[in-house]
């Protein structure tokens, strides 16, 4: 199976919204996890990631004090908590597995759109 992200919607600029990405299998608990969105017209860009256990996370200086990313391995399920949202954010987001430099790793699952109303 693959990673499902899931959550977006429509909200107003300042709004908030939490995405979820479900994984299958029970190797979720063992791997880095990253969240990547890709706007109209643009290349896929790198959000945040999460270690294995939730002890680091990692997060593109766009985002930072207003993202927050976190797993629940119990569960197999990251979450992705946005807040302060702008319009800059609008784009169609996704959860993959990354490595050590936060590059994805594997494929891609079904993505999320998020769209931002100025």
């Known amino acids: 199976g693959q990673l499902q992200a899931s959550g977006g919607g429509l909200v107003q600029a300042g709004g908030s919204l939490r995405l979820s990405c479900a994984a299958p299998?029970?190797?979720?608990?063992?791997?880095?996890m990253g969240w990547f969105r890709q706007a109209p017209g643009k290349e896929r860009e790198f959000v945040a990631a999460?270690?294995?256990?939730?002890?680091?996370?990692y997060y593109a200086d766009s985002v930072k004090g207003r993202f927050t990313v976190s797993r629940d391995n119990a569960k197999n399920t990251a979450y992705l908590q946005m807040n302060n949202l702008k319009f800059e954010d609008t784009a169609v987001y996704y959860c993959?597995?990354?490595?050590?430099?936060?590059?994805?790793?594997?494929?891609w699952g079904q993505g999320t759109l998020v769209t931002v109303s100025s």
């Open positions: 299998g029970r190797a979720f608990s063992t791997y880095k």
């Open positions: 999460i270690s294995w256990n939730g002890g680091s996370t």
């Open positions: 993959t597995r990354t490595n050590v430099d936060n590059k994805p790793f594997g494929s």
